[in-house]
T-cell receptor, first 110, second 116 residues
């Protein structure tokens, strides 16, 4: 059974700092990995999707990497801003079945 | 273009009552799914559908039914509510291009359900 773990559960940083969020999974036979952002009381918004054949994806200040062999992904956020404060979740997919981590709650202090 | 719309936003039920959570999308997505989110446990897949008339079970299907009569709608039915079903429920959809599931999921804003 696929298990997805995100460490740390919560992170607080000062504005402007570069930071890394971690995601690990137990079964490397994945189709893709997605990183999502969730604001309080809201649904999830897809930030980046990395296909199994890819190593990384970039969007603006966000960069996500994927290492299937070690079962790890990282989300790098450059020059963090207070507006980046949210919960970030990763999810791994094997076609129809998607498994989520519990998320990292990020707070960026002005 | 509203995306994924869920109703109601909040619901309180008594044990044993039944109800239907509604989900509609206007993006012509083939794939639709229901998740529940509980504190500290992430999201867990309840049921999913890859097209009208096709549904299948996810990780935690017990106590829930679904149907998919149209591409747009994917309602989730609670047959006999139990306190263990207190949770936040999310509906999501995405495209399927052939057998390519590499499309991002679009989520609704959720339904917060409390069963007393």
């Amino acid at each position: 059974k696929q298990e997805v773990t995100q460490i740390p559960a919560a992170l607080s940083v000062p504005e402007g700092e570069n930071l890394v969020l971690n995601c690990s999974f137990t079964d490397s036979a994945i189709y893709n990995l997605q990183w999502f952002r969730q604001d309080p009381g809201k649904g999830l918004t897809s930030l980046l999707l990395i296909q199994s054949s890819q190593r990384e994806q970039t969007s603006g200040r966000l960069n996500a990497s994927l290492d299937k062999s070690s079962g790890r992904s990282t989300l790098y956020i450059a020059a963090s801003q207070p507006g980046d404060s949210a919960t970030y979740l990763c999810a791994v997919s094997n076609n129809n079945d998607m498994r989520f981590g519990a998320g990292t709650r990020l707070t960026v202090k002005p | 273009n509203a995306g994924v719309t869920q109703t109601p936003k909040f619901q309180v039920l008594k044990t044993g009552q039944s109800m239907t959570l509604q989900c509609a999308q206007d993006m012509n997505h083939e794939y639709m799914s229901w998740y529940r989110q509980d504190p500290g446990m992430g999201l867990r897949l309840i049921h999913y559908s890859v097209g009208a008339g096709i549904t299948d079970q996810g990780e935690v299907p017990n106590g829930y039914n679904v149907s998919r009569s149209t591409t747009e709608d994917f309602p989730l039915r609670l047959l006999s509510a139990a306190p263990s079903q207190t949770s936040v429920y999310f509906c999501a959809s995405s495209t399927i291009q052939g057998y390519d599931y590499n499309s991002p999921l679009h989520f609704g804003n959720g339904t917060r359900l409390t069963v007393t």
